[in-house]
């Protein structure tokens, strides 16, 4: 089995696949100024099983294309929206988050957790822009450096696995400069990588190592989180997720 396939396993049972929670999405809303709008039209990219996308549904007046390539992370989101009410909301799409088949300026908001580092920051922002109205809302989740100096360790595990990690002045520079105003920052806190992702998915690896025979590709998906999460766990004063809101600037004249 491929590793794309393993990583497809062991996170489809799961609430979410990245860290974050329900009160970090509703604050992202509230920050967005998008609360008392009507009829919205929103993209949530890179959705996974739709942690974010049901919040949003349930929020905000609101019709929001869920956006992921694994069709599999689409069709369990699809069962928790009827479950929860809200299927009439959600339109699921398979695309990559890098080609998105959606209209330009077409979108009220995009929103993104967790996810926008498959593209990188920059690249993402750069062309998401695109698909927003005038004074569209940008809201995304990014690994970030808390600190202007960190262990040298961590630095480099990061670097190695995402060089576009930085501090959050860092990262409202790079929204700024492809034409959006930060209107709105906060981090999550530790219960959001513990409680709501990291532990749950210690939970599952029993189980899912033992549906691999113990395989070495399984052990190595294995191997690979219980380091990230060793490191979260001794060096989490240091980094997190930010949480960017930034409004669409008009083009310069
Ligand atoms: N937003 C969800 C999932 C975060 S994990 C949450 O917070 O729980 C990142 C998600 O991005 C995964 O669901 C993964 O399938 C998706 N993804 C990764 N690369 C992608 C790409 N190129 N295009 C679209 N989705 C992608």
């Given at each position: ?99 998105l ?43 970030t ?8 360790e961590l ?23 492809n ?28 189980d ?28 989490r ?12 600037t008009?083009?310069?004249?």
């Open positions: 089995m491929d590793d794309i396939k393993l990583l497809i396993d062991l996170h489809l049972s799961a609430d979410r696949q990245g860290p974050g929670g329900e009160a970090p999405t509703r604050r992202a809303i509230e920050l967005s100024g998008l609360l008392n709008r009507r009829s919205l039209k929103i993209a949530d990219v890179g959705c996974g099983t739709g942690a974010s996308t049901l919040v949003l549904a349930q929020a905000l007046d609101a019709h929001i294309v869920a956006v992921d390539f694994l069709p599999e992370f689409l069709d369990v989101l699809k069962s928790r929206a009827s479950r929860a009410g809200v299927a009439d909301r959600i339109e699921t799409l398979n695309a990559s988050m890098d080609a088949p959606i209209e330009p300026s077409s979108l009220d908001a995009i929103w993104s957790e967790g996810a926008i580092y498959n593209m990188g920051f920059e690249n993402g922002v750069r062309q998401w822009r695109e698909l927003l109205k005038p004074g569209g809302i940008l809201a995304v989740s990014e690994l450096w808390l600190t202007d100096q960190r262990p040298a630095e480099a595990h990061w670097q190695e696995q995402y060089a576009e990690v930085g501090t959050a002045s860092s990262k409202m520079a790079v929204l700024e400069r034409g959006y105003t930060p209107i709105g920052y906060f981090t999550l806190d530790e219960a959001c990588w513990l409680d709501a992702y990291y532990r749950p998915m210690q939970q599952r690896f029993p899912f190592l033992a549906r691999h025979g113990s395989s070495a590709p399984a052990q190595a998906v294995v191997a690979a989180e219980v380091l990230e999460i060793d490191l979260y766990e001794r060096h004063a240091f980094v997190s997720y930010g949480y960017y809101l930034a409004r669409k008009d083009d310069p004249v």
